[in-house]
């Protein structure tokens, strides 16, 4: 199957800061990519969607202004925490996809345990 | 919307039984795909199998096989000869490429204890 990296796998920062986290496909080009939290023992909950060379879509409830999401390149998207706060401490996760349109399988990044001291 | 159950929070099983996880989905679309996802304690998502909705045979995959009943609106994931190593969380997921802009809607999870 495809890969999907993500890095860092663990931060720990300061409340106020902001952190990057980059998601990469790392043998295919990933028009598509989506971002998911998750809490403990939960489900995934989408974030937003990414498309390369456009906007990200953001689900309701989500801030756009706090988690910027940057689709740059077809092999590579970041989400950006922006000040950080403790209740931002989650598992944040990448997936990718070929083509965005729904008929291919999601390629899972390893995750990132983001915590906000 | 879609929306994906999951109605076992919690299951186990004996080492090199078998056990059967469910998963129904409720959908107006005749186009679309569904998914079993394991997440181990690294919280990796790894596929363990898919289906296409408009293939009547059920897929399989080793030692994991799925019931599709397309009717009943129902996808669940049996594990055969279960073994240590597939003690996880497991996550049953819908895809349509018509709706909801290919997002994927997962259910709750399942996790699964496997016994010695």
């Known amino acids: 199957g495809a890969v999907v990296s993500q890095h860092p796998s663990r931060v720990i920062c300061k409340s106020g800061t902001s952190v990057k986290i980059e998601c990469r496909s790392l043998d295919f080009q990933a028009t598509t990519m989506f971002w998911y939290r998750q809490f403990p023992k939960q489900s995934l909950m989408l974030m937003a969607t990414s498309n390369e060379g456009s906007k990200a879509t953001y689900e309701q409830g989500v801030e756009k202004d706090k988690f910027l999401i940057n689709h740059a390149s077809l092999t590579l998207s970041t989400l950006t925490v922006t000040s950080a706060h403790p209740e931002d401490s989650s598992f944040y996760i990448c997936?990718?996809?070929?083509?965005?349109?729904?008929?291919?399988?999601?390629?899972f990044g390893p995750g990132t345990r983001l915590t906000v001291l | 919307a879609q929306t994906v159950t999951q109605s076992q929070p919690e299951m186990s099983v004996q080492e090199a039984e078998t056990v059967t996880l469910s998963c129904t989905y409720d959908?107006?679309?005749?186009?679309?795909?569904l998914f079993w996802y394991k997440q181990p304690p690294s919280r990796q998502m790894i596929l363990v199998i898919r289906?296409?909705?408009?293939?009547?045979q059920n897929a399989t995959e080793n030692r994991f096989s799925v019931n599709f009943q397309k009717a009943a609106k129902s996808f669940s994931l049996k594990i055969s000869d279960s073994q240590l190593g597939d003690a996880a969380m497991y996550f049953c997921?819908?895809?349509?490429?018509?709706?909801?802009?290919?997002?994927?809607?997962f259910g709750d999870g399942t996790t699964l204890t496997v016994k010695p």
């Open positions: 289906q296409e909705a408009y293939k009547q």
């Open positions: 997936s990718a996809d070929l083509s965005g349109r729904g008929t291919d399988t999601q390629y």
């Open positions: 959908t107006s679309e005749s186009d679309y795909y």
């Open positions: 997921a819908y895809r349509s490429p018509n709706t909801n802009a290919g997002k994927s809607t």
